[in-house]
């Protein structure tokens, strides 16, 4: 027994008298919660946040979505790598023009009350998704559905969505365009099904625990606000999850995370702080895990405000900005340097293009941005000033302060303006003025559209710079409409090296995942997705 389960049963005694019976008597120290249930090790998972909700169609953020990983299976699901694979559905099949999607779904399939899960299900919860009414923040993910964008602005009836269940067990889905991605986007929050009965007797509180059915591997038992909410196996899912009960433990606060992971009270942690990789790695080797990500930090300019229009600027900028030292030494390798706007290893695409400039040394980047620079009229007798914006954390803070010096080295000066994410990106959104400003982006699927489509023409929310380009908007267009995934792939190339000689946004980093697992769990293994459901983990006792 580890000396922190001791002080914790000496310090538990008494709340250990009222634990239910069945669960072992050993407490996890500062967690009050049994370190074994009747069925084998409970696995303390820690998770960014507390969910708002756990109603897959109002959540909208990434703890909710590792917690529906487990409760809620989609027609497709992921595996432990983070490959797409048959999830509700066991077969489906795709017309010749990739616009109808027909899925058969597995006719052992259960909720946790043992009530078959039918097509119905599917129909009634992507209807329920797009209907306004639900008010569902994460809609639009669903639009290349047949109809869906005008269900969702109330144009039309949900009835009228492109998709049916033509006979018991297959739901039909007709898309507006041929995506590649349609089979990810049913593997996301947004395409879960729900329990009609339950919806029905219950309404917005369907999803209390002892009320709330789901599909997936796990169903919920138990939840304390900011303490942990409580899985356990489904009984009636097709298969036995190796792991008996998971405790999804929120850790806002990653240093204190840290600790407790430190303390043996947690088993995983799902991020880290940035700041203290090397000494987590020195500490605790290879429980450090480090993997891609569907990522982007960025500087957005505003190309409507002189002289940030001209692309010399831009470009000079960029030369500048040592991205090695920024991932290696501010970020402390929790990021890559990005010399693509869009990370490598996509679906659907090919390697990304490259920034110019990045083969060249140092010195030889430097000379270029001051060439660039003479030529747009800027130099010892007229330095450039720029106004960078930036959300407030240290790490951000501490970017800021290298771009500057980077830029320093070219005679420009720079002032900052910092404030909290909210209002920064309330700001950008809004249409406020800036000249640069820090912009980042987690896609939702792994597809070079889910970051280039920042950047066209109207997406004001996003595009905050309000650069256009007709041509990238074209490629965008027809890479929408391109049924053939070569010939696709290579239309949103084209798309990035347009951006890339432009630079509206100017791309600095991608993200990694960064995670501490436990010796005693297995199967974690990073992805680009970031996803690890539980039921492909084991824990040792």
Same mark, same amino acid.
């Given at each position: 027994m580890r000396p922190d389960r001791r002080r914790?049963?000496?310090?538990?005694?008494?709340?250990?008298?009222?634990?239910?019976?069945?669960?072992?008597?050993?407490?996890?120290?500062?967690?009050?919660?049994?370190?074994?249930?009747a069925g084998g090790p409970v696995y303390?998972?820690?998770?960014?946040?507390?969910?708002?909700?756990?109603?897959?169609?109002?959540?909208s953020t990434v703890a909710e979505a590792h917690l529906l990983r487990d409760l809620?299976?989609?027609?497709?699901?992921?595996?432990?790598r983070g490959a797409i694979v048959p999830g509700a559905a066991e077969r489906w099949t795709i017309s010749d023009d990739r616009l109808t999607y027909r899925f058969t779904l597995r006719p052992d399939g259960r909720w946790s009350n043992g009530d078959p899960v039918t097509a119905e299900d599917f129909l009634f919860g992507l209807r329920r998704i797009l209907d306004p009414k639900t008010a569902a923040k994460y809609a639009e993910v669903l639009f290349p559905i047949r109809g869906a964008a005008a269900v969702n602005a109330g144009e039309a009836p949900p009835e009228t969505l492109g998709v049916s269940v033509p006979e018991a067990g297959i739901v039909e889905i007709a898309l507006a365009?041929?995506?590649?991605?349609?089979?990810?986007?049913?593997?996301?929050?947004?395409?879960?099904?729900?329990?009609?009965?339950?919806?029905?007797?219950?309404?917005?509180?369907?999803t209390r625990p002892g009320r709330h059915i789901t599909n997936g591997a796990y169903a919920l038992v138990d939840w304390v606000p900011?303490?942990?909410?409580?899985?356990?196996?489904?009984?009636?899912?097709?298969?036995?999850?190796?792991?008996?009960?998971?405790?999804?433990?929120?850790?806002?606060?990653?240093?204190?995370?840290?600790?407790?992971?430190?303390?043996?009270?947690?088993?995983?942690?799902?991020?880290?702080?940035?700041?203290?990789?090397?000494?987590?790695? =020195? &500490?605790?080797? %290879?429980?450090?895990?480090? @993997? $891609?990500?569907?990522? *982007?930090?960025?500087?957005?300019?505003?190309?409507?405000k002189a002289p940030f229009g001209d692309p010399r600027v831009r470009r000079a900028l960029s030369l500048a900005i040592d991205r090695e030292f920024l991932a290696q030494v501010v970020w402390g390798e929790t990021m890559t340097p990005a010399y693509s706007f869009c990370p490598p290893g996509l679906d659907n695409a090919r390697d990304p293009p490259i920034l110019a400039g990045r083969e060249?040394?140092?010195?030889?980047?430097?000379?270029?941005? =001051? &060439?660039?620079? %003479?030529?747009?009229?800027? @130099? $010892?007798?007229?330095? *450039?000033?720029?106004?960078?914006?930036?959300?407030v954390t240290d790490n951000n803070r501490n970017t800021a302060v290298a771009l500057a010096d980077f830029w320093?080295?070219?005679?420009?000066?720079?002032?900052?303006?910092a404030t909290d994410a909210k209002t920064h990106f309330a700001y950008l959104r809004d249409g406020g003025d800036f000249d640069l400003a820090r912009m980042s982006w987690v896609a939702d699927y792994s597809d070079p559209q889910n970051f280039l489509f920042l950047l066209r023409t109207g997406n004001d929310g996003f595009n905050a710079g309000r650069w256009s380009?007709?041509?990238?908007?074209?490629?965008?267009?027809?890479?929408?409409?391109?049924?053939d995934v070569g010939r696709r792939a290579q239309g949103l190339f084209d798309a990035e090296t347009i951006v890339l000689d432009e630079l509206p946004w100017i791309p600095v980093l991608h993200l990694r995942s960064k995670a501490l697992v436990s010796p005693r769990l297995h199967g974690m293994q990073p992805n680009i997705r970031n996803v690890a459901p539980t039921r492909t983990l084991r824990l040792d006792p």
């Open positions: 914790g049963l000496r310090a538990g005694a008494a709340l250990a008298a009222g634990l239910a019976a069945g669960l072992a008597a050993g407490l996890a120290a500062g967690l009050g919660v049994p370190a074994r249930a303390r998972r820690g998770n960014d946040a507390d969910p708002e909700t756990l109603d897959p169609h109002k959540t809620y299976e989609g027609l497709l699901t992921y595996d432990g365009e041929p995506i590649p991605y349609l089979l990810e986007l049913l593997t996301h929050q947004t395409a879960l099904p729900v329990h009609r009965p339950s919806l029905a007797r219950w309404g917005d509180a369907f900011n303490d942990r909410i409580t899985l356990t196996r489904n009984p009636h899912f097709r298969e036995r999850a190796p792991i008996a009960r998971v405790d999804f433990v929120p850790t806002p606060d990653l240093a204190a995370a840290v600790r407790r992971y430190a303390a043996g009270e947690i088993d995983s942690l799902s991020d880290l702080p940035a700041d203290q990789i090397a000494s987590l790695r =020195r &500490r605790f080797g %290879a429980q450090v895990q480090l @993997g $891609p990500a569907l990522g *982007l930090q960025a500087i957005g300019i505003n190309t409507r060249a040394g140092p010195i030889d980047r430097e000379d270029e941005a =001051r &060439r660039l620079l %003479a030529e747009a009229g800027f @130099g $010892p007798g007229n330095p *450039l000033r720029v106004e960078y914006r930036f959300n320093r080295g070219l005679g420009v000066i720079t002032r900052f303006v380009n007709s041509r990238f908007d074209g490629l965008l267009a027809q890479a929408a409409q391109e049924r």
